[in-house]
């Protein structure tokens, strides 16, 4: 029952470079979204889905991109990266169509130099 | 603008006892309420949830409370136990969509 599967767990970027983050959930569920934790700012939504084909910014999307082609997968892009993207990254989903908990993923710590 | 605030960075409360954390919200179109525990290195994982048109809910040790007037929910945790310790966030959401988290409250229990 894997659930959110998120990687890598761990990542040094250095300025400038790009990479993807994966997750992957295995629940059918149509809701997902990509949170960073900070430290003293909790967890702030960067990018969130509704479903396959539909995503939208949360509260702190700027140099991130999103995409959702098939209901498991919902990659978070990194176009170049910044040392202000240094966190802890987190993917979550949910089921929709009622009130229900969100799951979330192992986490992937990167850390930009 | 931070729409959930959990203004205590951090809680020590001795075990066996009752511990506390609280959280106000300001969009009263939020609907529903959720606690997430975190261990360091770990996701968050669900705790206890409660919706709008309640003010109590109960699973085991933990009760959440809402107070719409005040746009005030609570987490109460009876008794304390050494594994309680951990980040506690509050979320809550308006309808079955995105959650909005607040910062956080580090709850330390003390043998």
């Known amino acids: 029952n894997a659930g959110v599967t998120q990687t890598p767990k761990f990542q040094v970027l250095k300025t400038g470079q790009s990479m993807t983050l994966q997750c992957a959930q295995d629940?059918?569920?149509?809701?997902m979204s990509w949170y960073r934790q900070d430290p003293g700012m909790g967890l702030r939504l960067i990018h969130y889905?509704?479903?396959?084909?539909?995503?939208d910014q949360g509260e702190v999307p700027n140099g991130y991109n999103v995409s959702r082609s098939t209901t498991e997968d919902f990659p978070l892009r990194l176009l170049s990266a910044a040392p202000s993207q240094t966190s802890v990254y987190f993917c979550?989903?949910?089921?929709?169509?009622?009130?229900?908990?969100?799951?979330f993923g192992q986490g992937t710590r990167l850390t930009v130099v | 603008d931070q729409q959930v605030k959990q203004n205590s960075p951090s809680l020590s409360v001795q075990e066996g006892r009752i511990s506390i954390l609280n959280c106000d919200y300001t969009?009263?179109?939020?609907?529903?309420f959720l606690w997430y525990k975190k261990y360091p290195a770990e996701g968050p994982t669900f705790l206890i949830s409660?919706?709008?048109?309640?003010d109590k809910n109960e699973d085991g040790r933990f009760t959440v409370f809402l107070n719409k007037s005040a746009k005030h929910l609570s987490l109460h945790i009876v008794p304390s136990q050494p594994g309680d310790s951990a980040v506690y966030f509050c979320?809550?959401?308006?309808?079955?969509?995105?959650?909005?988290f607040g910062q956080g409250t580090r709850l330390t229990i003390n043998p």
């Open positions: 629940m059918n569920h149509e809701y």
């Open positions: 979320a809550a959401s308006a309808g079955a969509q995105k959650l909005v």
């Open positions: 889905s509704v479903g396959a084909g539909i995503t």
């Open positions: 409660i919706s709008s048109i309640k």
């Open positions: 969009n009263s179109m939020f609907d529903y």
């Open positions: 979550a989903s949910r089921r929709t169509g009622g009130y229900t908990e969100a799951f």
